[in-house]
């Protein structure tokens, strides 16, 4: 299927968008609050990864709206990369609840053109659509200040422990698991997570793994 020959930024033409997030309500705020602007066309919904590939291939939106947590199946940050190289000419804004270091570096680093929060006013969203429509990168405040932020400091250095902790997590083990695995109290990997968490400036299990891998901590 072919795209339309006139860009996004031609007068009149408006601004194809695919809507990707697991929550039907979410998206239907969403849809209602994009349709009320007469510069943005919503072409479809999808509420996993693989549904948002499949919907774009088809349609060939301008841009795709992407959430990161999507259930089960892929996650976002895969369905930005598989989208981008498999959908020419269409651009991924992700718009999540998540705006932690390791998550706005893993989404640019599979090609995504901007990375917004959910909690952001509808101007700042409206104005991020039509900046990655013509293929300009956009960053939310708070996500520009963790990529800043990260590069003046550095993270502490993870002590041997951790380090085996995270080894586990990679291995997608849980808390009463990598206790046993190591021979510790389930209170004690709780602790430590904390501390992991706040070193790798993550929140989440899995942005602990992806920041340890992109660190080279962990295979």
């Keep these: ?84 190289a498999e959908v020419p000419g269409t651009h991924v804004l992700v718009l999540t609840t998540y705006d932690t270091d390791a998550d706005v570096t893993r989404a640019v680093q599979v090609g995504a053109t901007g990375y917004l929060l959910k909690a952001e006013r509808p101007e700042e969203l409206f104005a991020a659509i039509a900046a990655a429509a013509e293929g300009r990168a956009v960053l939310s405040a708070p996500a520009a200040n963790r990529v800043m932020e990260r590069v003046r400091k550095p993270h502490a250095a993870l002590t041997e422990r951790q380090l085996d902790i995270l080894g586990q997590l990679a291995r997608g083990l849980g808390n009463r698991e990598i206790a046993r695995a190591l021979f510790i109290s389930e209170a004690t990997v709780k602790t430590h997570l904390v501390r992991i968490y706040a070193k790798l400036g993550v929140e989440t299990r899995a942005g602990a793994v992806a920041a340890a891998k992109e660190q080279r901590l962990i295979p």
């Design 1 to 84: 299927m072919s795209r339309p020959s006139d860009s996004p930024d031609t007068p009149g033409r408006r601004v194809r968008l695919l809507l990707c997030d697991d929550h039907a309500v979410v998206r239907a705020g969403l849809r209602a609050l994009l349709s009320a602007d007469p510069g943005i066309e919503v072409v479809g919904e999808a509420a996993t990864g693989e549904e948002a590939l499949a919907v774009a291939a088809q349609r060939r939106p301008d841009v795709v709206l992407m959430d990161l947590s999507l259930g089960t199946g892929i996650d976002g940050i895969e369905a930005t990369r598989r989208i981008v």
